[in-house]
């Protein structure tokens, strides 16, 4: 074989691999969605056609770790406009992925109760059922602190935007951060001075409540 058909095969078959490469490229399924990402890291989904407005860059590498760790705890807010007035229509948002927040704990006051119930081997009678109440006490007004984003650890991630017709929906992430809500917490003076008291009767208040944030994340 001489050296012109030799480069003739060597074309050919190259000129296969690309054909059959962008035939492959053009059968496969587009994605009909975009990512809401943190350092390269895939956080939300989204329409291809939706508008992200705002990602909040000096977070990403905390969203990140905290995805890869398996420990992202994100709730999602939705508004519904005109596109008129986007700072309302992002405040409603905001307001109801603190809802969705709260929503979260309150759920899960029993799963908090059961909890506290085990740690409370060493109290019996009355005084456990004191101990149990100002330990659920103390959980509600956390977690209301949490809600009302009185206390730092949950932040805006994201904020995007998807038009249907004549209407605007408005979307926000909101991520709980807990190693961040939990400081905040040992921050609080009143908080954690109630809290070292439950401590004293044998409840792990920062145990328990590290499980109830970790049962979303399972």
Not at 185 to 194: C, D, G, P, R
Request: proline share 1%.
């Amino acid at each position: 074989m001489g050296l012109d058909s030799t480069t003739a095969w060597i074309i050919l078959v190259v000129s296969g691999i690309l054909l059959a490469g962008l035939l492959i490229f053009l059968l496969l399924p587009k994605e009909d969605v975009q990512w809401i990402t943190a350092n390269g890291v895939r956080i939300q989904s989204i329409p291809k056609d939706a508008n992200i407005v705002y990602v909040n860059n000096s977070m990403e590498k905390r969203v990140a770790e905290l995805y890869k760790s398996g420990k992202l705890l994100a709730f999602r807010g939705e508004s519904i406009g005109g596109g008129i007035d986007t700072v309302t229509a992002r405040d409603k948002a905001k307001i109801n992925a603190f809802k969705e927040l709260s929503e979260y704990f309150t759920a899960r006051v029993h799963t908090f109760a059961t909890l506290v119930e085990g740690q409370l081997q060493s109290v019996t009678g009355q005084n456990a059922q004191q101990v149990k109440s100002v330990a659920l006490d103390a959980y509600k007004r956390v977690t209301q602190l949490f809600s009302d984003a009185q206390v730092s650890g949950a932040y805006i991630y994201a904020i995007w935007e998807e038009r249907v017709g004549a209407l605007v929906y408005t979307y926000v992430l909101l991520v709980f951060d807990p190693a961040g809500a939990i400081e905040a917490l040992k921050q609080n003076e009143e908080i954690s001075k109630q809290i070292e008291e439950l401590g004293k009767s044998g409840v792990d208040f920062f145990k328990a409540l590290n499980a109830v944030i970790e049962e979303a994340q399972k």
